[in-house]
């Protein structure tokens, strides 16, 4: 079924025009990972890899070390490559958009020893716990 939603969103297709045949097949494999497992957790990949079928070239099971430099190595404008191609054939239901939420926290939950206090965009004098 993944294989199929793949091949109709030509999504392959627009991968390789920025990443290599096997990188492309490892992005693949870990958006059907996420999919499958409803999970992104990188520690249990491999075991995911080894019992299912892989879109990367001839089925190389990838140790979560690798996937973690992959996903470093990628570049700014293989990500906007990738964006503005899929983005380019779709209408604005199907389009991908990257946001972020910029909204200042000006509170904590119990006694969190581990949360640090940032800057605040508006000058207010709260503190703000990230």
């Given at each position: 079924m ?5 091949e109709e969103s030509r ?12 990188n492309?097949g490892?992005?693949l494999?870990?958006a ?8 992104n ?16 070239e001839?089925?190389k099971?990838?140790?979560d070390t690798?996937v ?6 990628i570049?700014?404008?293989q ?30 939950a ?14 207010a004098?709260?503190?703000?716990v990230?």
């Amino acid at each position: 079924m993944l294989g199929k939603l793949i091949e109709e969103s030509r999504i392959r297709t627009i991968l390789l025009e920025q990443f290599s045949v096997s990188n492309t097949g490892l992005i693949l494999d870990l958006a059907c990972y996420a999919i499958v497992t409803e999970n992104n957790a990188g520690q249990y990949y491999q075991d995911y890899a080894y019992h299912h079928l892989l879109f990367t070239e001839n089925m190389k099971v990838y140790t979560d070390t690798k996937v973690s430099d992959f996903l470093k190595s990628i570049t700014m404008e293989q990500r906007m490559g990738f964006l503005n191609a899929w983005n380019k054939e779709r209408d604005h239901r199907g389009k991908i958009y990257i946001s972020y939420d910029s909204t200042n926290k000006a509170c904590q939950a119990g006694d969190i020893e581990m949360a640090e206090f940032g800057h605040e965009k508006v000058k207010a004098g709260k503190q703000i716990v990230n």
